[in-house]
């Protein structure tokens, strides 16, 4: 999995845009500044932007090209990032030292979600906002229809609404849902897709 993250990433082109995850923008936008986690944050664009705002940015992510990217996309707009080139079973985070957590296309084996997700919540602390885009299971009807479509080809690396109310069982939900949206993220997110969306607090 490395070396294919590694591969794509190693186009001189941003191929899911610099520019942020439209949803992380609205999101990110309601909440007061802090420390925020950015898990398997690829080229930095969630990441960066977020800096720009004045949040204290931490990612990580398996792609030694992705983290090169991603400080220099950094060093573009004159922000900082702390970035980490591992997997989320080698993070090392202290527990209860975030205010947000951002997973935008955040996509796991599925045997290994649940305790993926325990460990990444533990970092969390008590307030601490989730913002979340990813493909849900029903992506998989557009990737049939349009080869162009992204996503996992594993629909067990996707989501559903039941799935993320059991990952973040500790928060409260203030938004879930469901949408079918043209996505223009860059080269490899150009397509119709079905997403989900999801904000949540932890108590």
């Avoid at 993250?5 to 309601?30: F, H, I, T």
């Avoid at 997997?87 to 305790?115: N, Q, R, W």
């Avoid at 993220?185 to 949540?200: I, N, P």
Wanted: hydrophobic share 35%.
């Amino acid at each position: 999995m490395k070396e294919f993250w590694d591969s794509r990433y190693s186009d001189a082109e941003y191929v899911y845009g610099e520019e942020p995850n439209e949803y992380v923008k609205q999101q990110l936008a309601k909440y007061p500044v802090g420390k925020a986690l950015f898990p398997a944050d690829g080229e930095g664009r969630n990441s960066v932007y977020a800096a720009t705002l004045g949040w204290d940015a931490y990612a990580f992510d398996i792609s030694s090209e992705g983290q090169s990217k991603a400080l220099a996309l950094a060093a573009k707009k004159q922000v900082t990032i702390h970035y980490d080139v591992c997997g989320v079973e080698e993070t090392k985070y202290a527990p209860a030292s975030f205010d947000a957590m951002i997973l935008s296309y955040s996509h796991f084996p599925a045997a290994l979600k649940p305790a993926f997700y325990q460990q990444l919540n533990s970092y969390m602390r008590s307030g601490a906002v989730v913002i979340m885009e990813v493909f849900s299971k029903n992506h998989t009807k557009y990737q049939q229809e349009n080869e162009n479509a992204g996503g996992p080809k594993d629909q067990g690396m996707m989501y559903n609404e039941a799935e993320i109310r059991s990952l973040f069982a500790d928060y409260d939900v203030v938004e879930l849902q469901e949408l079918h949206i043209q996505l223009n993220e860059g080269s490899y997110h150009s397509a119709m897709s079905c997403v989900l969306r999801f904000t949540g607090v932890k108590r």
